[in-house]
């Protein structure tokens, strides 16, 4: 049987306590169903450092609204073990407020390994610019859809984020991996927050990358400057502040088939179908994002998957360019598909079917 626990009426410092007390009655193995209104992830990572022992969970839809977490024990960990974080399964979106919220929360000396499905680095390009030199950082495996991380906290330390979400000392970042690191994390943040950039002067070259990545859609401006020091706050528009002229956006029209019509003629060509009901879940974004990155403008793929690949969708949402385009073609049980392609013409934003299911 499986134990339950609803956390939507008990305040947040409430938490910590009602997790623990249910996981500290629950034997090996068996699964406790967390129910909660808001991410319950750092307080697992808490619990295998303060009770030393592994914990497994999984969210039930990642997307989901309340969260539903089943979270059981596994075995005591060993000496200097550190407990694991599979994010995975949590859209790009959530996973660096998710880790970043994680350690916060550490204490000096303590850790855990985490797990994602491609190279966290631009998370350790965060966590040494809100904190500082505190943080160790050794990789355990690389590649193949499982990276894994060893990441201690060093030291004491609380975020510098007063006033924005992210902030990103560019002067640590190495030159070939800056403007990338940047653009990555910027699509993940929610609209109308506030990235915060440090650089050793103003970086006019992102400045017009970004203008031709995003339009209008963000507000740039240098909030302090002086000799080899550059500190800039890049706010993301709201959805309704993106258009021009003080316009409202208008929808659409929709055709049979779920494209838009205003949009129909930018629909990629279908070249080939990419099933990956059968590959292992690890291996199947490394090799959809392969074929999207082997892609001209213009082309695509329809994927095949036997779940519904929103959690794909934001991935794409947040690291690809205006060129990219989404389609659903079909949808049921055990069998989706999905139009994936660049367009030809970028409008600077991606471009999705105007159907009414769309996951954003």
């Known amino acids: 049987m499986v134990t339950e626990i609803d956390l939507r009426d008990s305040s947040p410092h409430e938490f910590?306590?009602?997790?623990?007390?249910?996981?500290?009655?629950?034997?090996?193995?068996?699964?406790?169903?967390?129910?909660?209104?808001?991410?319950?992830?750092?307080?697992?990572?808490?619990?295998?450092?303060?009770r030393d022992c592994a914990l497994d969970?999984?969210?039930?839809?990642?997307?989901?609204?309340?969260?539903?977490?089943?979270v059981s024990k596994q075995e005591p960990l060993g000496d200097d073990e550190l407990g694991t974080f599979d994010v995975r399964d949590l859209i790009p979106q959530r996973r660096h407020e998710v880790l970043l919220d994680t350690?916060?929360?550490?204490?000096?000396?303590?850790?855990?390994?985490?797990?994602?499905?491609h190279d966290p680095k631009p998370l350790y390009y965060e966590l040494r610019s809100m904190h500082g030199d505190v943080i160790e950082w050794e990789y355990a495996s690389r590649g193949s859809g499982e990276w894994r991380v060893e990441i201690v906290?060093?030291?004491?330390s609380i975020a510098d984020d007063e006033g924005v979400i992210t902030r990103y000392d560019v002067r640590e970042i190495p030159k070939p991996d800056r403007h990338e690191t940047i653009h990555h994390r910027y699509g993940m943040i929610p609209d109308g927050e506030t990235m915060e950039l440090i650089a050793p002067h103003e970086p006019q070259p992102l400045r017009r990358e970004f203008r031709e990545q995003y339009g209008d859609a963000f507000d740039w401006?240098?909030?302090e400057e002086e000799p080899g020091r550059c500190r800039v706050q890049i706010t993301k528009a709201e959805r309704s502040d993106a258009t021009s002229d003080g316009e409202e956006p208008t929808s659409a029209t929709a055709d049979n088939d779920g494209v838009s019509a205003e949009a129909s003629d930018e629909i990629p060509e279908s070249a080939a179908e990419l099933d990956v009901?059968?590959?292992?879940?690890?291996?199947?974004h490394e090799k959809i994002f392969k074929a999207y990155a082997d892609l001209d403008d213009g082309e695509g793929f329809t994927l095949v998957n036997d779940h519904d690949p929103k959690p794909l969708y934001h991935q794409f949402d947040a690291e690809a360019g205006p060129e990219f385009y989404w389609q659903y073609r079909?949808?049921?049980?055990?069998?989706?598909?999905?139009?994936?392609?660049?367009?030809?013409?970028?409008?600077?934003?991606?471009?999705?079917?105007?159907?009414p299911n769309a996951p954003f």
């Open 16 to 50: 910590p306590d009602r997790i623990y007390a249910a996981l500290d009655e629950t034997e090996t193995g068996v699964e406790v169903l967390v129910i909660a209104d808001r991410d319950i992830d750092a307080h697992l990572i808490q619990y295998q450092i303060e």
């Open 277 to 284: 009901r059968d590959l292992p879940p690890a291996q199947r």
């Open 221 to 223: 401006e240098v909030v």
């Open 153 to 156: 906290k060093t030291d004491a």
């Open 330 to 355: 079909k949808r049921d049980p055990g069998e989706f598909r999905v139009l994936i392609g660049k367009t030809e013409t970028h409008s600077g934003e991606p471009t999705v079917s105007e159907d």
């Open 57 to 70: 969970w999984a969210h039930e839809d990642p997307d989901a609204e309340p969260r539903e977490v089943r």
């Open 103 to 117: 350690f916060d929360r550490l204490g000096p000396g303590e850790g855990f390994v985490l797990v994602n499905d």
